[in-house]
């Protein structure tokens, strides 16, 4: 008879629990999580880590152990991403991936961020970049076994020329650098989102988005020519659209009509 009462009691409790308030307690949990919160804690860094281990033993590139660190600077102009093929930072709370409107897209781009850090442990050559600089420094041109053809036979001659000077190698080495770190970007990029999974490339995709669509901020600023150059090459390379940002610049207007002709 006890057990009979207790059975009726519980029941009651249990019927007082619905699926739909349920829901919305869990709702309102997570609605009350800040971005900082869920994307400093320590379940999203062990997320990110497993999914990077994993990307890199599908790459046979088991070997490779790595340090994952996920910071928050909201800054002006502060980093997204960093590594040096031993340590890697995420930047969580950068304000163009803040400025994205919703959660999801925010997980994206600090998801595409890890991506294209793994990306670079996978692909990158660094031992390359750093013969790359030390040939520029030297006074010769990188790669050394360039093939001359009408279009770069004058701008060939002109860089040999510029580099007989040392004191214009570091800025030549800059230039070389910041070019390479676009195409390099782009490749390894490319090379996972076919490599892996289609999620892969659309968390890279809504990160580009993030960081290089333009924003009403920008509007009527001017900008130096070689970083007009810089900005619409990372642009057309990792978005797919040619812009006529080129065209506007009388100094770069012949880069477009080459560039349209492709």
């Given at each position: ?60 590139q088991s070997a490779l152990k790595f340090t994952l660190k996920i910071i928050w600077d909201p800054q002006p102009n502060s980093l997204t991403g960093q590594t040096d093929k031993s340590n890697i930072v ?173």
């Amino acid at each position: 008879h006890l057990t009979g009462k207790r059975e009726t009691k519980m029941q009651k409790i249990k019927s007082q629990i619905r699926i739909a308030d349920l829901k919305k307690l869990i709702n309102n949990a997570q609605s009350a999580l800040t971005d900082q919160d869920i994307f400093l804690s320590d379940a999203y860094l062990k997320q990110l880590r497993a999914m990077g281990t994993f990307l890199m033993a599908q790459a046979h590139q088991s070997a490779l152990k790595f340090t994952l660190k996920i910071i928050w600077d909201p800054q002006p102009n502060s980093l997204t991403g960093q590594t040096d093929k031993s340590n890697i930072v995420l930047n969580a709370g950068n304000p163009a991936i803040q400025a994205m409107p919703t959660r999801v897209e925010r997980n994206k781009c600090v998801q595409g961020l890890a991506f294209h850090e793994f990306a670079h442990w996978i692909y990158t050559d660094f031992s390359a970049l750093k013969t790359q600089y030390d040939t520029i420094m030297q006074g010769r041109i990188y790669p050394e076994n360039i093939t001359v053809t009408p279009e770069n036979k004058e701008g060939l001659k002109q860089l040999r020329k510029r580099l007989k000077s040392p004191a214009i190698r570091e800025v030549i080495a800059q230039i070389y650098h910041s070019l390479d770190n676009i195409l390099e970007d782009a490749y390894i990029e490319r090379c996972m989102s076919r490599a892996f999974s289609k999620s892969v490339g659309d968390s890279l995709y809504t990160l580009n988005r993030a960081l290089f669509e333009p924003t009403d901020d920008e509007g009527g600023q001017d900008f130096p020519v070689f970083a007009i150059l810089q900005n619409e090459l990372v642009y057309a390379l990792m978005l797919g659209k040619i812009r006529a940002g080129l065209a506007n610049c009388p100094e770069l207007a012949v880069v477009y009509d080459r560039v349209q002709k492709w």
